[in-house]
Antibody, heavy 119, light 110 residues
Framework: QVQLVESGGGVVQPGRSLRLSCAASGFSFSTYGMHWVRQAPGKGLEWVAFIWYDGGNKYFADSVKGRFTISRDNSKNTLFLQMNSLRAEDTAVYYC????????????WGQGTLVTVSS | QSALTQPASVSGSPGQSITISCTGTSSDVGGYNYVSWYQRHPGKAPKVMIYEVSNRPSGVSDRFSGSKSGNTASLTISGLQAEDEADYYCSSYTGSSTWVFGGGTKLTVL
């Protein structure tokens, strides 16, 4: 069965960096686009980033553009989110999600990893 | 990339029907038939209930239906059951390989 398991969350000071990982199994990882979605405390879901199946193209929400990068290692079935220059407003649970096909929907989600940006 | 607008909460009694609206713009909901709806129980990962405005994935009850008119999409749940109590989110493709979610609606089954 499809499984997505995020890791790498934690408490980090403003301005610092953090790298999240998402280990995928149960499907042909290299043939699907992948997303990161986050949910801040008491807020709704927010789409963060998308990467093509082959890593050839990457797209970001305006709120993270220039600070976050998305990448993948298809040989290890793993998705990454490199978060730099973190701000308090980046505090959220971060989910990786599979794109069923290019325009959506997000058909499988992980359980999420919590990132807290605080001094 | 402004969030889509959903009511914060809706409620209904078992057996009744409820509708959750999701309002966007011509750049997202109104411009594409790639609106999805997700159900989220506390502590669980979101589950897609509707995709492409009105399609149900295999295994989703036919009590769930979706529609769209102009810039507003809607999710209707008929024959409400206690297990339907959850948060519901809409999402739309916005073109240029970006997506947007709604703020979420908390459904209470009375």
């Amino acid at each position: 069965q499809v499984q997505l398991v995020e890791s790498g969350g934690g408490v980090v000071q403003p301005g610092r960096s953090l790298r999240l990982s998402c280990a995928a199994s149960g499907f042909s990882f290299s043939t699907y686009g992948m997303h990161w979605v986050r949910q801040a405390p008491g807020k709704g879901l927010e789409w963060v980033a998308f990467i093509w199946y082959d890593g050839g193209n990457k797209y970001f929400a305006d709120s993270v553009k220039g600070r976050f990068t998305i990448s993948r290692d298809n040989s290890k079935n793993t998705l990454f989110l490199q978060m730099n220059s973190l701000r308090a407003e980046d505090t959220a649970v971060y989910y990786c999600a599979r794109g069923s096909y290019y325009e959506g929907p997000f058909d499988y989600w992980g359980q999420g990893t919590l990132v807290t940006v605080s001094s | 990339q402004s969030a889509l607008t959903q009511p914060a909460s809706v409620s209904g009694s078992p057996g009744q029907s409820i509708t959750i609206s999701c309002t966007g713009t011509s750049s997202d909901v109104g411009g594409y038939n790639y609106v999805s709806w997700y159900q989220r129980h506390p502590g669980k990962a979101p589950k897609v209930m509707i995709y492409e405005v009105s399609n149900r994935p295999s295994g989703v009850s036919d009590r769930f239906s979706g529609s769209k008119s102009g810039n507003t999409a809607s999710l209707t749940i008929s024959g409400l059951q206690a297990e339907d109590e959850a948060d519901y989110y809409c999402s739309s493709y916005t073109g240029s390989s970006t997506w947007v979610f709604g703020g979420g609606t908390k459904l209470t089954v009375l």
